[in-house]
Each structure stands twice: as structure tokens, then as C-alpha cells.
């Protein structure tokens, strides 16, 4: 039997920035549809008894509150019950994070999970770009020292990256004579790394541009706090409203295109001065929230509209 549940697998609330989660208003906006919320981490998903289980607790959330969210229930769910399955957490996108998408696997026949386990799997974000180069600044993904110093003569100023970083933790931009016992440890630390020409307009911001069930629905800017190239968020950048340009269009609808054929249904693509600056969000694609804030425009019913909740 179906019920109306949507199961959420990510951080805990508690941890999160209740009032501009994207998890929380998508969320929301399913109360609002009579669905029940039941939230779990993914350190309680487990198979028992040839079911996949998972330790969590039923909840509401309610944007007047102080509190926002409140929990009703703690409980061990039988998640093929379930009508939806949000996989939210965060990266990184370690085995833990792959072994969520193996569990799950096993009842992606019976319930629609956003998005396809297997295909989070088979998509590294970062990784996923090279077959994008061309609409991207020059990169490179390699854990080769010559090869970073190679890449680094000719371009000068550069910007290192985990490939299974998010939220801009662990970037590092170089400049000047190369910084070698840096690069080194950089290497030892994260193993293959993703090096990117410096593109010295993300001063004016970057673009996120989000993908719902194949179509481009909307977009913001991040532009850093003074004296940061870092335009997340979380490291206080300051979103505007912004619509694509032509260019963020075409390269978007392309990869929107393929996407869709892998069964990803949410997603959010990163620009920087109208190249592909390589983080195609599969995993937890955030910003909606702030989206709404800015221009009043709710992603969360197009979300729900196109999964015909």
C-alpha cells in the first residue's frame, strides 16, 4: 500500500538554515498538498528483513513558527510505503553516500525517488562536467603535480577544487609563484582535483540556474562579500534575481537534455561570466527558498506539479 508520505533523507533540521533550506520548503509546499513529512539521516537507512528500513521521525513544518519544524512521531519506517523519497543530504560524496544509493536501490521500483539513486551514483557533479569542456574555462582534473604545474605556466592564475567538494569549502586560488608544498598537500588530502582557469569576473557573481524535469525554471546570482571569490551562500555571498542569457540558455537546455535521459529530475547548474564553471548539483541542489524570497516565484509547486503530486 502507497501512502501519502514523502521521506527525506538528509542532515538533520537541526543543522541546517531552517528559514532558506530548499529541503524544507519542498517540504512545505507537500504539507500543503496533504502529504506527510517523515525525516531521516542517512546513518539510520538500513536493509532488515529484506525491507529497507529507516529510523526517523514524522514532522511539520511551519515557516511561522520560531521553531519551524516540529517533531510528531519518532518511528522505523518500511520506506516502500512511501510515495516519495527526497535524497537531500549534503555531499560529501563519499562510500557512505554511495552506499545510501545501493539501499536504495532496492525500492526505486515501488517508490519514486528524486533523484534516481543509481544515477546519483553514476554522476560525479564535478566529473560529470568534462563532457561539457568546451562551454567551460580551462580545467583540468588530475592529481599529476606536473600536470597541475604544466596548466598553472599557462595560465597563470588558477583555482583548485576537491572534485567532491561543496559549498566552496577546500578552493583555493593560486596566484603568484606556484605553491607547491600547498598543491602537495591539496593532492594528499582529496586525491584528484579539479584545476580551473581564474575567470576574475566572478567578482560581478556567478549564475545558478535550476533544472526541473528537464526544463530551465529559474535563476539567481551570487555575488561574493568584498574582498572573496567565492560566491556560495554559505560563505556570504549575497543573491540577486537574474534570468540566463542566451549563451547560459543553450548549455543549459543541452545538459537539461541529458539529464533527463538519466533520470535526474532536479538540478542546478553554476556559470561564471556564461561558461559552465563545472558544479552540476545532482545531489541536493539548494537556493529555491532564496529564490522565492527575491522575486516571489515558487519553484516548490513546479517541483511537485511535474512529479504529479
Not at 512511501?82 to 521500483?109: A, G
Not at 575567470?199 to 526544463?215: A, S, T
Request: proline share 4%; hydrophobic share 35%.
Amino acid at each position: 500500500m502507497i501512502n501519502k508520505i514523502v521521506a527525506i533523507q538528509g542532515d538533520h533540521p537541526n543543522k541546517l538554515n531552517l528559514k532558506s533550506d530548499t529541503s524544507i520548503f519542498l517540504a512545505n509546499e507537500a504539507q500543503k498538498r496533504k502529504y506527510k513529512i517523515f525525516y531521516y539521516e542517512p546513518k539510520n537507512l538500513s536493509i532488515i528483513n529484506n525491507k529497507v528500513i529507516a529510523k526517523g521521525f514524522f514532522t511539520k513544518f511551519d515557516y511561522s513558527s520560531k521553531k519551524i519544524f516540529k517533531i510528531i512521531k519518532y518511528q522505523k519506517l518500511d520506506l516502500s510505503i512511501c510515495r516519495y523519497i527526497l535524497v537531500r543530504q549534503n555531499p560529501p560524496f563519499n562510500l557512505e553516500y554511495i552506499s545510501t544509493t545501493y539501499i536504495l536501490d532496492n525500492i526505486k521500483d515501488k517508490v519514486k525517488i528524486v533523484n534516481n539513486p543509481s544515477s546519483i551514483r553514476n554522476i560525479s557533479e564535478k566529473l560529470y562536467s568534462s563532457r561539457f569542456l568546451k562551454y567551460m574555462p580551462k580545467t583540468i582534473f588530475t592529481r599529476d603535480l606536473s600536470e597541475i604545474k604544466s596548466f598553472y605556466k599557462i595560465n597563470n592564475k588558477m583555482i583548485i577544487k576537491p572534485i567532491h567538494g561543496y559549498s566552496g569549502n577546500d578552493i583555493c586560488l593560486i596566484q603568484g609563484s606556484f605553491k607547491n608544498r600547498l598543491v602537495n598537500k591539496f593532492l594528499k588530502k582529496h586525491g584528484h582535483i579539479v584545476c580551473q582557469k581564474f575567470l576574475p569576473k566572478i567578482k560581478n557573481g556567478d549564475k545558478r540556474v535550476w533544472i526541473i524535469n528537464g526544463k530551465i525554471c529559474g535563476a539567481i546570482s551570487r555575488i561574493p562579500k568584498k574582498g572573496s571569490f567565492l560566491s556560495n551562500l554559505s560563505k556570504g555571498a549575497k543573491a540577486i534575481t537574474a534570468k540566463p542569457n542566451k549563451t547560459e540558455k543553450k548549455i543549459s537546455k543541452l545538459i537539461a537534455k541529458d539529464l533527463k535521459k538519466k533520470d535526474i529530475y532536479f538540478a542546478g547548474l553554476d556559470f561564471i561570466d556564461s561558461k559552465l564553471n563545472g558544479d552540476i548539483n545532482v545531489t541536493s541542489p539548494t537556493g529555491l527558498k532564496t529564490y522565492y524570497d527575491l522575486s516571489k516565484i515558487d519553484l516548490a509547486k513546479e517541483f511537485w506539479k511535474g512529479l504529479k503530486a
